[in-house]
Protein backbone atom coordinates (compact mmCIF):
# COMPACT_ATOMS: atom_id res chain seq x y z
CA UNK A 1 0.00 0.00 0.00
CA UNK A 2 2.61 2.68 0.94
CA UNK A 3 4.35 2.23 -3.02
CA UNK A 4 1.48 2.70 -4.34
CA UNK A 5 2.06 4.88 -7.79
CA UNK A 6 -1.13 5.35 -9.73
CA UNK A 7 -2.98 7.52 -8.75
CA UNK A 8 -3.76 10.71 -10.52
CA UNK A 9 -2.76 14.30 -8.40
CA UNK A 10 -5.01 16.43 -10.12
CA UNK A 11 -8.61 14.16 -9.96
CA UNK A 12 -9.79 15.43 -7.28
CA UNK A 13 -13.35 14.42 -7.31
CA UNK A 14 -14.02 10.90 -8.23
CA UNK A 15 -17.31 10.61 -10.25
CA UNK A 16 -17.91 6.19 -10.21
CA UNK A 17 -20.53 4.85 -8.15
CA UNK A 18 -20.31 1.67 -5.71
CA UNK A 19 -22.26 -0.84 -6.95
CA UNK A 20 -22.57 -2.57 -3.54
CA UNK A 21 -22.70 -1.19 -0.03
CA UNK A 22 -19.59 -1.63 2.07
CA UNK A 23 -19.52 -5.00 4.24
CA UNK A 24 -18.40 -3.06 7.40
CA UNK A 25 -18.25 0.65 8.57
CA UNK A 26 -15.54 2.81 9.14
CA UNK A 27 -14.78 5.45 11.62
CA UNK A 28 -12.89 8.20 13.08
CA UNK A 29 -10.03 8.94 15.06
CA UNK A 30 -9.79 12.57 16.66
CA UNK A 31 -7.74 14.36 19.54
CA UNK A 32 -5.47 17.88 19.95
CA UNK A 33 -2.36 16.26 19.92
CA UNK A 34 -0.75 14.59 16.16
CA UNK A 35 0.24 11.20 17.71
CA UNK A 36 -3.71 10.79 16.38
CA UNK A 37 -2.35 9.79 13.13
CA UNK A 38 -0.84 6.47 13.84
CA UNK A 39 -5.02 5.32 14.21
CA UNK A 40 -5.06 5.84 10.31
CA UNK A 41 -3.60 2.26 9.88
CA UNK A 42 -6.14 0.88 12.02
CA UNK A 43 -8.49 -0.94 9.32
CA UNK A 44 -11.58 0.46 11.05
CA UNK A 45 -10.46 4.08 11.12
CA UNK A 46 -10.96 6.34 7.61
CA UNK A 47 -10.35 9.48 8.96
CA UNK A 48 -8.00 10.85 11.91
CA UNK A 49 -8.40 14.35 12.81
CA UNK A 50 -6.05 16.25 14.71
CA UNK A 51 -7.69 18.85 16.47
CA UNK A 52 -5.93 22.20 16.95
CA UNK A 53 -5.72 26.01 17.34
CA UNK A 54 -4.26 28.31 14.79
CA UNK A 55 -2.21 30.96 16.54
CA UNK A 56 -3.75 34.53 15.74
CA UNK A 57 -0.33 35.58 14.72
CA UNK A 58 -0.35 33.02 11.93
CA UNK A 59 -3.83 33.91 11.10
CA UNK A 60 -2.96 37.83 10.83
CA UNK A 61 -0.17 36.61 8.44
CA UNK A 62 -2.74 34.58 6.29
CA UNK A 63 -5.28 37.29 5.74
CA UNK A 64 -2.85 39.83 5.40
CA UNK A 65 -0.95 37.99 3.02
CA UNK A 66 -4.11 36.55 1.00
CA UNK A 67 -5.14 40.28 0.66
CA UNK A 68 -1.65 41.54 -1.58
CA UNK A 69 -2.44 37.45 -3.16
CA UNK A 70 -5.57 36.26 -3.39
CA UNK A 71 -4.79 34.08 -6.21
CA UNK A 72 -1.91 32.26 -4.82
CA UNK A 73 -1.13 28.93 -5.68
CA UNK A 74 1.92 26.48 -5.19
CA UNK A 75 2.35 23.16 -6.69
CA UNK A 76 5.74 21.35 -5.80
CA UNK A 77 7.72 17.88 -4.70
CA UNK A 78 9.00 18.41 -1.13
CA UNK A 79 11.27 16.14 0.98
CA UNK A 80 11.18 17.22 4.94
CA UNK A 81 14.92 18.53 4.36
CA UNK A 82 13.97 21.04 1.76
CA UNK A 83 10.19 21.97 2.83
CA UNK A 84 10.67 25.16 4.65
CA UNK A 85 13.13 26.94 2.35
CA UNK A 86 10.98 26.35 -0.46
CA UNK A 87 7.42 26.52 0.72
CA UNK A 88 8.83 30.11 1.95
CA UNK A 89 10.73 30.61 -1.06
CA UNK A 90 7.29 30.54 -2.78
CA UNK A 91 5.71 32.87 -0.37
CA UNK A 92 8.51 35.59 -1.18
CA UNK A 93 10.21 34.86 2.34
CA UNK A 94 6.24 36.09 4.10
CA UNK A 95 4.64 34.46 6.44
CA UNK A 96 7.72 32.11 7.87
CA UNK A 97 4.92 31.00 10.35
CA UNK A 98 3.13 28.77 7.91
CA UNK A 99 6.33 27.87 6.41
CA UNK A 100 7.51 26.43 9.66
CA UNK A 101 3.93 24.99 10.17
CA UNK A 102 3.58 23.24 6.71
CA UNK A 103 7.38 22.33 7.13
CA UNK A 104 6.65 20.35 10.24
CA UNK A 105 3.25 18.45 8.39
CA UNK A 106 5.27 17.39 5.50
CA UNK A 107 8.09 15.85 8.11
CA UNK A 108 5.03 14.47 9.68
CA UNK A 109 2.97 13.20 6.62
CA UNK A 110 6.86 11.77 5.67
CA UNK A 111 7.60 10.26 8.39
CA UNK A 112 4.11 8.41 9.16
CA UNK A 113 4.08 6.79 5.27
CA UNK A 114 7.76 5.98 5.22
CA UNK A 115 8.03 8.58 2.14
CA UNK A 116 10.81 10.06 0.89
CA UNK A 117 9.22 13.22 -0.61
CA UNK A 118 5.52 14.12 -0.92
CA UNK A 119 3.61 16.32 -3.20
CA UNK A 120 2.27 19.43 -1.96
CA UNK A 121 -0.77 21.37 -3.69
CA UNK A 122 -1.64 25.17 -1.43
CA UNK A 123 -3.70 26.92 -2.98
CA UNK A 124 -6.33 30.42 -2.69
CA UNK A 125 -10.17 29.30 -2.93
CA UNK A 126 -13.11 31.55 -3.67
CA UNK A 127 -15.36 28.51 -4.49
CA UNK A 128 -15.81 24.52 -3.88
CA UNK A 129 -13.33 22.91 -5.84
CA UNK A 130 -15.48 19.79 -5.02
CA UNK A 131 -18.88 20.73 -4.23
CA UNK A 132 -20.25 17.16 -4.24
CA UNK A 133 -19.34 14.71 -1.73
CA UNK A 134 -17.06 12.20 -3.45
CA UNK A 135 -14.15 9.78 -2.55
CA UNK A 136 -10.06 10.31 -3.51
CA UNK A 137 -8.70 7.33 -5.79
CA UNK A 138 -4.82 8.06 -3.72
CA UNK A 139 -4.26 5.56 -0.76
CA UNK A 140 -4.32 8.89 1.90
CA UNK A 141 -4.49 12.09 1.86
CA UNK A 142 -3.64 15.25 4.39
CA UNK A 143 -5.79 17.85 4.60
CA UNK A 144 -6.10 21.02 6.30
CA UNK A 145 -7.34 24.73 5.76
CA UNK A 146 -5.66 27.66 6.95
CA UNK A 147 -8.23 29.83 6.32
CA UNK A 148 -12.04 30.30 6.05
CA UNK A 149 -14.37 27.18 6.43
CA UNK A 150 -13.19 23.92 6.35
CA UNK A 151 -13.71 20.35 4.47
CA UNK A 152 -16.93 18.89 5.07
CA UNK A 153 -17.08 14.77 5.06
CA UNK A 154 -20.12 12.40 6.01
CA UNK A 155 -19.46 8.82 8.73
CA UNK A 156 -19.03 5.68 6.91
CA UNK A 157 -22.35 4.65 9.00
CA UNK A 158 -25.03 7.30 7.27
CA UNK A 159 -24.26 6.71 3.83
CA UNK A 160 -25.94 5.28 0.73
CA UNK A 161 -22.58 4.77 -0.85
CA UNK A 162 -24.28 3.45 -4.24
CA UNK A 163 -25.45 7.26 -4.85
CA UNK A 164 -21.89 8.64 -5.05
CA UNK A 165 -20.94 10.05 -8.21
CA UNK A 166 -23.56 8.53 -11.54
CA UNK A 167 -24.93 6.26 -8.92
CA UNK A 168 -26.68 10.08 -7.72
CA UNK A 169 -28.48 10.57 -11.06
CA UNK A 170 -27.69 13.70 -11.68
CA UNK A 171 -29.35 15.18 -8.58
CA UNK A 172 -27.73 17.25 -5.58
CA UNK A 173 -26.45 15.58 -2.74
CA UNK A 174 -29.05 16.52 -0.39
CA UNK A 175 -31.65 15.04 -2.68
CA UNK A 176 -30.15 11.90 -3.99
CA UNK A 177 -30.40 9.58 -1.01
CA UNK A 178 -26.69 9.70 -0.17
CA UNK A 179 -27.61 10.79 3.18
CA UNK A 180 -30.95 11.28 5.00
CA UNK A 181 -30.28 14.24 7.31
CA UNK A 182 -28.39 17.49 6.74
CA UNK A 183 -27.42 17.05 10.33
CA UNK A 184 -24.94 14.16 9.50
CA UNK A 185 -22.66 16.62 7.53
CA UNK A 186 -19.47 16.67 10.14
CA UNK A 187 -17.04 19.56 8.99
CA UNK A 188 -13.21 20.30 10.36
CA UNK A 189 -12.28 23.59 12.24
CA UNK A 190 -10.21 25.78 10.32
CA UNK A 191 -6.91 24.72 11.64
CA UNK A 192 -7.36 20.97 12.49
CA UNK A 193 -5.26 18.92 10.27
CA UNK A 194 -6.80 15.66 8.79
CA UNK A 195 -5.92 12.13 6.91
CA UNK A 196 -9.00 10.90 5.19
CA UNK A 197 -8.26 7.36 3.64
CA UNK A 198 -9.02 6.87 -0.05
CA UNK A 199 -9.56 4.34 -2.03
CA UNK A 200 -6.31 3.23 -3.09
CA UNK A 201 -5.60 2.08 0.84
CA UNK A 202 -5.20 -1.75 0.42
CA UNK A 203 -8.27 -3.10 1.89
CA UNK A 204 -10.80 0.32 1.57
CA UNK A 205 -11.10 -0.19 -1.47
CA UNK A 206 -15.23 0.52 -0.85
CA UNK A 207 -14.28 2.35 2.14
CA UNK A 208 -12.40 6.16 1.36
CA UNK A 209 -13.80 9.03 2.92
CA UNK A 210 -16.81 10.68 1.00
CA UNK A 211 -16.13 14.66 1.42
CA UNK A 212 -16.73 17.39 -0.12
CA UNK A 213 -15.05 21.54 -0.36
CA UNK A 214 -17.37 23.71 1.68
CA UNK A 215 -19.56 26.38 0.00
CA UNK A 216 -17.37 29.59 0.66
CA UNK A 217 -19.25 32.94 1.84
CA UNK A 218 -19.32 35.64 -0.57
CA UNK A 219 -15.71 38.01 -0.53
CA UNK A 220 -14.06 35.68 1.75
CA UNK A 221 -10.87 33.49 0.56
CA UNK A 222 -9.75 29.96 1.94
CA UNK A 223 -6.22 28.78 1.72
CA UNK A 224 -6.55 24.93 1.74
CA UNK A 225 -3.16 22.52 1.95
CA UNK A 226 -2.68 18.97 0.70
CA UNK A 227 0.07 16.80 0.63
CA UNK A 228 -0.55 13.09 -1.14
CA UNK A 229 2.05 10.46 -1.77
CA UNK A 230 4.57 11.00 -4.70
Known amino acids: MLNEKNFNLAGQCSPKPFETMPKSYRHRAQDNHPTVFSDIYKPEINIAIWQ ?26 LTPQEAFSRVSESFNNNMSEVSEDIAELVDMFCYLFELKQTAMRLQVLDGAMCPKFHVDRVPCRLVTTYQSLASEWLPHEVLDYTKLGWGSNGLPDSESGLYQRESDIQQLGCGDVALFKGTLWEGNENAGLVHRSPIVPANEKRLVLTLDFN
Do not use: H
Open 52 to 77: RKLPATLQNSVKTFLELNPTFQAKMI
